[in-house]
């Protein structure tokens, strides 16, 4: 069963920084790319960033390109968001996302609970 | 990169068919056959129902079927249930920098 955990989320004050975590299972982490959604509580889906299963291709929404990075572990199973220089826009509930196994398709398949991050002013 | 446009609100009998509409552009929704759909109850994490604008995965439930039209992709849920009952959101891969594109998002509610 692909079972993916975050953590890390929390309350953070504006300009300050946070790394999310997000610890897989049930499936080959290593061979997956993976994403970063987040979602303001009562609003829609953003995608935020998603990286090749080695970690050498990262992309980044226009929004938090520059102050977000991914990045991952793959021997332990662990995908990583840093956040730096928060905003409050940033606020959200942020989930990690396994991207399709198929090849030639493009969206995600598996989600996780989500991490809330806070960015008070 | 705009959101794709959902209405936001769809609503339906039990026993009834209901569709949502998703509407991009030639760059996302008419550029590609990449729309996803997404079922998200309360407080929980999205659900994928449908990819590759018509493709169920496995486990799925043969009442949700996908289609595309254009710039506009739809959902159409058939044999309305009361466990039917949440947001939707539609996804299309993007030619823009952003790589991925979200919809505004469909309550359906069940009567």
């Known amino acids: 069963e692909v079972q993916l955990v975050e953590s890390g989320g929390g309350l953070v004050q504006s300009g300050g920084s946070l790394r999310l975590s997000c610890a897989a299972s049930?499936?080959?982490?290593?061979?997956?790319?993976m994403h970063w959604v987040r979602q303001v509580p009562g609003q829609g889906l953003v995608w935020v960033s998603r990286?090749?299963?080695?970690?050498?291709?990262?992309n980044y929404a226009d929004s938090v390109r520059g102050r977000f990075t991914i990045s991952r572990d793959n021997a332990k199973n662990t995908l990583y968001l840093q956040m730096n220089s928060l905003r409050v826009e940033d606020t959200a509930v942020y989930y990690c996302?396994?991207?399709?196994?198929?090849?030639?398709?493009?969206?995600?398949?598996?989600w996780g609970q989500g991490t809330l991050v806070t960015v008070s002013s | 990169q705009s959101a794709l446009t959902q209405p936001a609100s769809v609503s339906g009998s039990p026993g009834q068919s209901i569709t949502i509409s998703c509407t991009g552009i030639?760059?996302?929704?008419?550029?590609?056959?990449?729309v996803s759909w997404y079922q998200q109850h309360p407080d929980k994490a999205p659900k994928l129902m449908i990819y590759?604008?018509?493709n169920r995965p496995s486990g799925v439930s043969n009442r949700f079927s996908g289609s595309k039209s254009g710039n506009t992709a739809s959902l159409t849920i058939s044999g309305l249930q009361a466990e039917d009952e949440a947001d939707y959101y539609c996804?299309?891969?993007?030619?823009?920098?952003?790589?991925?594109?979200f919809g505004t998002g469909t309550k359906v509610t069940v009567l």
């Open positions: 996302a396994r991207d399709t196994p198929y090849s030639g398709s493009y969206h995600v398949d598996y």
């Open positions: 049930g499936f080959t982490f290593s061979s997956s790319w």
């Open positions: 990286v090749n299963s080695d970690g050498s291709t990262t």
């Open positions: 030639s760059s996302d929704v008419g550029g590609y056959n990449y």
């Open positions: 590759d604008v018509s």
């Open positions: 996804s299309s891969y993007t030619s823009s920098s952003t790589l991925y594109v």
